[in-house]
């Protein structure tokens, strides 16, 4: 949550910085402000996105600043908790990501020496360390501050009168961008993408001076090394390509997420490469850990797992087994996260490690805090996931567990050809799912006029109701539950009506028939349903309201053409009632606070 930039060079400062921040905004967007260090430290920031900051921002003139988007934790959205913050002479100025936990402590203690605070968020502490510690060096200033810092962060100093930045990490992503002459410093990849595509990855506890022409990495006052990576992603990827959204593009991205991800791993057959992760102990007993839409990933990856494998397998919420989980027996755990950075996860796995556990973290973030800590890694190749509300991450995510699944499978040869061949047609039945947009579009038109919506499915489906539901409610704001279709009658019947449709998830399994039966039981309590099917099916379109079609698959990749109707039906019933669809209110998408 929160993005921060920094940009040092030959250029303007500002229209980098509000670009940079621009691209970043979905970590935050309830204020947004830059500093730019001219002859002063000059700051101008708002409780505004940022394309209104920009429109109203005086020209700042420099070559060197940072900025930040909020997603407020310690104070409302307010252009006096906006960042950056200051120190008493307003010669410091200081971007943060993170929370830290002793602010009160330390703030109570500076404001008996004099300190005078203007906000009431966590942050204004450290410029005002920064200060207590200044005596000519930023750098060596802020590691005496942070030493006194318990928490979280990633931040980026300046002060007037020292033409370099200083940034630092601890648990906290922050990534530098280097440049010809010029350096960029970026919570994110996708921000600096329109610069550059050479990064820098800190470690926690690093230090970081960077000026134009030289980035210098300290930790505990040694220089240490940092090798420069070149990123894959292109500055298209983290664009809107003509989509009015970025959540529609990524939807319509979903063929060819599944065709890159699938094709970085080796044979389904074999146990080699990046599928060697489990050795002699298996899939046996494996806990999978994740949160919001990787938690459904991770629900579908215990069906997957135990259908295929023929294994016990435990999925958690990672917010949850933090706190009850039992202390991890299991010799190996997966973890799901797109951003690889939500703190609750990035808990698990550092408890689980500390447990002696192996863990491999399935992410899409190369050089993400989960990917850094984690055993192994196993990388999605969804590229940069700009819209708030995941989707292509989730399809990417499903297409790892399946492909971990394949090699231990302890199926019928024969079935296991079928499946791969399934698998490896998966693009083209998503995109008949896309094909059938218009239709979707049409149906969310009577849901956008709904306050509540419950989703139903069955055994592998009942994920994917978890997830079309969280989808609906994230970025339209209705009402929506998921729920286990034989779960319905024990208490959820109450709200049945004619005003509250029931979309339920109908898979060719052995599900089917007992969902019929549900679905007769939702239509006798004048509830409208709308019925996910595939084709052919002629049986459930004579009981249901209106029917939304997709393409014959195997049952256990039905997941994956349903979750993509549902998406469909969660954007354009968003877009019908004019919601922000890529950046709901209150939500951000990386969550790294507890
Ligand atoms: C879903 O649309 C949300 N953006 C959210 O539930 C998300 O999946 C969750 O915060 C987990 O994020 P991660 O995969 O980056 O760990």
């Known amino acids: 949550m929160c993005g921060i930039v920094g940009y040092i060079g030959e250029r303007q400062a500002q229209p980098i910085l509000l670009n940079c921040l621009h691209r970043l905004e979905y970590r935050g967007y309830d204020s947004c402000g830059i500093a730019v260090l001219g002859g002063a430290v000059e700051i101008y920031k708002d409780a505004v996105r940022v394309k209104a900051l ?20 310690h104070g409302e959205p307010s252009q006096a908790n906006a960042h950056p ?47 207590k510690y200044y005596d000519g060096d930023l750098a060596k200033a802020v590691e005496a501050a942070l030493h006194e810092v318990e928490g979280s962060y990633a931040i980026i100093a300046l002060v007037s009168g020292e033409s370099r930045l200083v940034v630092a990490r601890k648990d906290g992503p922050l990534v530098i961008g280097v440049g010809d002459r010029e350096n960029f410093i970026a919570s994110d990849v996708p921000a600096m993408l329109d610069y550059t595509n050479r990064v820098i ?36 990827d983290a664009q809107k390509a003509g989509y ?47 949160c919001g839409t990787s938690y459904h990933a991770a629900l579908i990856g ?22 009850y ?14 951003s690889g950075e939500t703190a609750d996860v990035i808990k698990t796995i550092r408890r689980m490690r500390e447990a002696g556990c192996w863990v491999v973290a399935v992410t899409n973030v190369v050089g993400s805090t989960a990917s850094r800590i984690a055993d192994q890694i196993i990388y999605t190749r969804a590229g940069p996931e700009i819209s708030v509300a995941a989707t292509k991450s989730f399809i990417a995510q499903l297409m790892a567990l399946y492909w971990l699944a394949l090699p231990y499978s302890k199926i019928d040869i024969r079935k296991l050809d079928n499946l791969i061949t399934g698998l ?4 083209g039945k998503v995109q008949q799912v896309l094909d059938n947009e218009s ?75 007992p969902m019929l039966t549900n679905i007769k039981e939702v239509k006798a309590r004048r509830s409208p349903v709308i019925a996910v099917v595939e084709e052919g099916d002629e049986v459930i379109g004579e009981l249901v309201d209106s029917v939304i079609t997709v393409p014959k698959v195997d049952a256990i990749f039905s997941p994956v053409v349903n979750t993509v109707a549902l998406q469909l039906l969660a954007y354009y019933t968003a877009k019908h009632r004019g919601c922000p669809v890529d950046f709901p209110r209150n939500l951000a998408k990386s969550v790294t606070v507890e």
């Open 54 to 73: 920009a429109n109203t921002a005086p020209s700042l003139n420099g070559i060197a600043g940072i900025g930040h988007t909020r997603w407020a934790t």
């Open 85 to 131: 913050h200051c120190d008493c002479t307003g010669k410091i100025a200081v971007v943060h990501n993170g929370v830290i936990n002793n602010f009160q402590k330390l703030r109570q203690q500076l404001a008996s020496e004099g300190h005078n605070f203007v906000s009431e968020t966590d942050t204004e502490v450290i410029p005002h360390l920064i200060e």
């Open 201 to 236: 990855y800190l470690e926690d506890d690093d230090i970081g001076i960077v000026s134009p022409d030289n980035i210098e990495v300290r930790r505990h006052g040694v220089e240490v090394d940092r090798k420069e990576h070149k990123i894959s992603w292109s500055v298209e």
């Open 244 to 290: 009015e959204h970025f959540m529609l593009k990524e939807i319509h991205e979903q063929p060819k997420v599944i065709r890159d991800t699938i094709a970085g791993y080796v044979s389904a057959t074999e146990k080699g490469a990046d599928l060697a992760l489990l050795g002699d102990v298996g899939l046996e007993g494996m806990l999978i850990l994740a």
């Open 302 to 323: 215990k069906y997957i797992l135990e259908e295929l494998v023929r294994v016990p397998v435990k999925a958690e919420l990672a917010s949850e087994f933090n706190y």
């Open 325 to 338: 989980g039992h202390t991890p027996v299991r010799s190996r755990a997966i973890v799901i996260t797109q």
């Open 424 to 427: 490896r047609q998966l693009p």
């Open 439 to 513: 239709a979707i579009a049409e149906l969310a038109r009577q849901l956008a006029s709904c306050e509540n919506v419950f989703f139903i499915g069955r055994g592998i489906n009942f994920p994917v109701a978890l997830e079309g539901a969280l989808k609906l409610k994230e970025v339209s704001y209705i009402h929506a539950e998921g729920y286990a279709a034989g779960e319905l009658k024990h208490g959820p019947f109450a709200l049945l009506g004619s005003n509250t449709p029931v979309v339920a998830i109908v898979a060719q399994d052995n599900t089917y028939e």
